[in-house]
């Protein structure tokens, strides 16, 4: 992602990002079955997409702690 995108991965609400992040772990598991089928073109996708989820994971924990913080 690029650094736009980080910043814009702030405003969307929880719900768009739990969304999010369910498509891009199922894109990160098609993703894995052509690696093992070896029909995987750029494998350096496996990384972006591993980077994306964690990405969109910490956003989400951030402000989990933060509404409990808060209470």
């Known amino acids: 992602m690029k650094k736009n ?3 814009e991965l702030h405003d969307k609400t929880d719900d768009v ?3 999010l992040l369910t498509s ?3 894109h990160l598991f ?7 089928t ?3 073109e750029d494998p ?6 591993k980077r994306d989820i964690a990405l969109v994971k910490t956003v989400l ?3 989990a702690l ?3 913080e808060s209470k």
Do not use: F
């Open 30 to 36: 098609d993703l894995r079955s052509q690696a093992v």
């Open 17 to 19: 990002l739990k969304e």
């Open 24 to 26: 891009k772990q199922k």
């Open 5 to 7: 995108e980080k910043k």
């Open 38 to 40: 070896e029909k995987l």
């Open 61 to 63: 924990h951030q402000r």
């Open 44 to 49: 350096t996708q496996l990384g972006k997409t």
């Open 66 to 68: 933060a509404s409990a």
